[in-house]
């Protein structure tokens, strides 16, 4: 529970909230991980609701504490108090892109609005973009749709990592591969019944863990279900595009 | 004007439950009901629904099943038969086609207003049920006008849609026994899917409500469990009652040659969208299956019961199609009707009291509101996993009634 108190710690100081809205010490992965941590299968320590949960998973997880570098208290304790506070809850992720040259961008995340404020990393985060030399380009960084599959993979993975810490499950690896299947006759404009993006995505999973198959199924199986990433490639979304433009372009260009 | 002790909203199960236990205790009560008794039961359901809950566990406190056939599922005609007797024999204070227009609070308790005059009453049950909404999502409204909209409320029996393909939206209880017979009708059925709870009608040669008896889930406390929103957001188990001890699941449907597709997620331009995540909705809700099936197993292991049960033949996993449709053209596809059979919810715009949250839920601790004399039966989980079910209504009402009793002997003590 949050403290109204202005400044007040709470009980793992992990959010507090100041005078000017909510601040973050170590909240991480919040957009992947708060909620990812409900859902059916193998119970913790703490009683959690185990109707279903088979009992060699209850012995297992007593027996050791499972660590997988994942701060689950803080993520429960973060949705619990999001759960108090929903206008805390909204976020705003943020990406800064420019062009370079060809087909070569770079971006740049830094800020980002969420527990009531601006947030701001001590270090911006730069991801270069282009095409590959077989699209007569430089090849500078990964396709977009590569970051999109790399995107996809890093979300489900963060979430088998926080999934399973909470089920009491102790991960040895985990390795993801994605594949994107794309007809370019879509973006090539050669065939307009062809979608310019992906017609199927398959993603696999490699897990050496102490868990069984099935627990493990159940684990990936809750990943997906709480994923941004996940939800961002399976679902519709609005997309608002607006342009700023220059006004000192010669008129002879623009005729 | 009438003063009163209690007032209970609603004749149903829960309402003449209550009555019998407030009965029990010589409370001073009338029970207020709209229409007649039972009347959701009788008004608001489909023409060939029977109870999910097979016959021996469908019953009221003091009215054990005594009829033929102790592992069929009631008809709705069978039920209202067994509540206005219930009614009668218990010799409720019912009061029909008495409409409660509004709940306020006075000094000294509730002023409960009504198409048939004021009630004055130091305590109130809602007992109006838990499905006087249908749900639908805000993309409803962008479905085309040329598209009728049904709900399982306003549903009744397939040769009241248009003779064209109906989509069916939402794959818990209520939809998928629709989407049966309305496919069975010759209207092709496209349905959607998202989050639902699969289990057998019957495993090990036993219904699958006598093991999660047996296995103490339906008494399960609101507050023994660990994520209570989310145990009472569950949907409804993926049942039927009709047919002794079939399962009507995804694979059920299409073998009828039901169309599986995702969740619908937007209606644009003409077409309804779906998402791309139904073979995760399926894979999880197997998984979870199993789960269930497997602590049956291991209850049959520990009690010794291997020689007097079946054996353990598991479902196949749920045929999910390799390339699920992704949108689907109202016009194009020549579909004549959508039913939202996206759950339900209650309607308290008439309580005019500070006892909901943001979204409009009750504010509640197994029923016992946020206000003195104010409570609530029939929810989910609103006191244990079975309160949702007829043979829940029972023990909630015993343990409120017992509340209720002990506060007004404190307050006559004060």
């Known amino acids: ?255 | 004007m009438t003063r009163i002790s209690t007032v209970i909203i609603g004749a149903g199960h829960c309402g003449l439950a209550m009555s019998r236990r407030l009965s029990q205790r010589n409370v001073d009560h009338v029970v207020l009901e709209r229409g007649r008794v039972a009347n959701s039961w009788r008004t608001e359901r489909w023409d060939s629904l029977r109870l999910l809950t097979p016959n021996w566990q469908s019953t009221l406190p003091g009215d054990p099943y005594d009829g033929p056939a102790p592992d069929g599922f009631m008809t709705m005609p069978e039920l209202i038969f067994r509540l206005e007797r219930y009614a009668q024999r218990g010799g409720a204070p019912v009061q029909t086609q008495t409409e409660v227009l509004a709940v306020h609070a006075e000094a000294s308790g509730y002023r409960v207003e009504t198409t048939r005059g004021v009630f004055h009453c130091a305590n109130v049950v809602l007992a109006s049920g838990a499905c006087n909404i249908a749900n639908a999502p805000a993309v409803a409204a962008e479905v085309p006008r040329s598209v009728q909209t049904f709900t399982p409320m306003s549903y009744k029996r397939p040769a009241d849609l248009p003779n064209k393909g109906v989509l069916v939206v939402g794959a818990s209880a209520s939809g998928v026994q629709i989407a049966r017979e309305v496919h069975a009708s010759g209207r092709p059925v496209t349905l959607a899917v998202g989050e639902h709870v699969r289990v057998p009608r019957s495993y090990r040669g036993r219904d699958i409500q006598r093991w999660m008896q047996r296995l103490g889930l339906l008494d399960q406390r609101w507050d023994a469990v660990d994520d209570l929103n989310r145990v009472r957001r569950t949907p409804s188990l993926q049942l039927a009652g009709g047919g002794l001890w079939r399962t009507l699941d995804l694979n059920a449907l299409t073998d009828d040659g039901v169309r599986i597709v995702g969740r619908l997620v937007g209606v644009r331009a003409g077409k309804a969208q779906f998402s791309g995540s139904l073979a995760n909705m399926c894979a999880a809700a197997d998984l979870k299956m199993n789960r269930l099936l497997d602590a049956i197993d291991a209850h049959v292991e520990e009690t010794v019961l291997q020689h007097v049960v079946g054996p353990q033949r598991r479902l196949a996993p749920t045929r999910v199609p390799s390339d699920p449709l992704l949108e689907l053209d109202f016009g194009g596809e020549a579909i004549g009707s959508v039913i939202w059979a996206t759950g339900y919810r209650p309607d308290y715009s008439w309580l005019h009291l500070p006892v909901t949250d943001r979204k409009g839920r009750l504010r509640h601790d197994g029923g016992v509101l946020d206000a003195p004399g104010l409570y609530a039966m029939g929810l989910p989980f609103i006191r244990k996993r079975k309160s949702t079910l007829i043979t829940g209504a029972g023990d909630d009402a015993a343990a409120l009634a017992e509340h209720l009793v002990a506060r007004s002997a404190r307050r006559l003590a004060a």
């Open chain 1, 1 to 255: 529970m949050i403290s109204n108190t202005p400044d007040t710690p709470t009980a793992d100081g992990d959010i507090a909230m100041t005078a000017g809205g909510w601040r973050v010490s170590t909240l991480a992965r919040i957009g992947d991980l708060v909620g990812a941590l409900t859902g059916g299968g193998r119970s913790t320590a703490q009683g959690r609701d185990n109707a279903n949960a088979d009992k060699k998973g209850n012995e297992m997880q007593t027996q050791s504490i499972a660590n997988n570098g994942v701060n689950v208290e803080a993520l429960l304790g973060a949705r619990e108090a999001l759960t108090e506070a929903p206008e805390a809850a909204m976020f705003k992720w943020r990406a800064r892109c420019e062009w370079i040259d060809g087909a070569h961008s770079r971006s740049t995340v830094d800020g980002f609005f969420g527990l009531g404020a601006e947030q701001r990393r001590p270090q911006p985060h730069v991801v270069d973009a282009d095409h590959p030399a077989e699209f007569a380009a430089m090849d500078n960084g990964a396709t977009p749709v590569e970051l999109v599959l790399s995107a996809l993979a890093s979300c489900l993975t963060a979430g088998v990592a926080s999934v399973a810490q909470n089920r009491g499950i102790q991960l040895r690896s985990v390795k993801a591969s994605v594949e994107g299947h794309m007809d370019i006759a879509g973006i090539l404009g050669i065939d307009p019944e062809v979608r310019n993006g992906f017609s199927m995505i398959r993603v696999h999973f490699d897990i050496d863990s102490d868990a069984t198959a099935d627990e493990i199924a159940a684990v990936v199986a809750q990943s997906q279900k709480r994923s941004a990433v996940f939800d961002i490639l399976t679902n519709p979304t609005n997309v608002h595009v607006q342009v700023d433009v220059r006004d000192d372009v010669h008129n002879d260009d623009v005729a």
